[in-house]
């Protein structure tokens, strides 16, 4: 499954204002789009890697169900 560029683009905005929420944090996750994942590093705060998840999952689930109606 591919990511339209659309949803990639509101993805990486609301990654951006995650990563203004914890500056203390560092990049400690790397977005992947082909196929859409995350590669977390192993330092990284289990409350930001489940927003990180979370944010990723409902854009993923967004355009499943978009392919699935289409």
């Not at 499954?1 to 996750?29: F, H, N, R, V």
Request: net charge negative; proline share 6%; aromatic share 8%.
């Amino acid at each position: 499954m591919t990511i339209s560029a659309k949803l990639l683009d509101q993805i990486k905005l609301e990654l951006q204002a995650l990563d203004l929420q914890w500056p203390e944090s560092g990049k400690c996750y790397h977005l992947e789009t082909d196929p859409p994942h995350v590669l977390f590093n192993l330092n990284c705060p289990g409350v930001l890697e489940a927003r990180v998840r979370e944010i990723l999952a409902k854009y993923v689930s967004y355009e499943s169900r978009s392919q699935q109606n289409g």
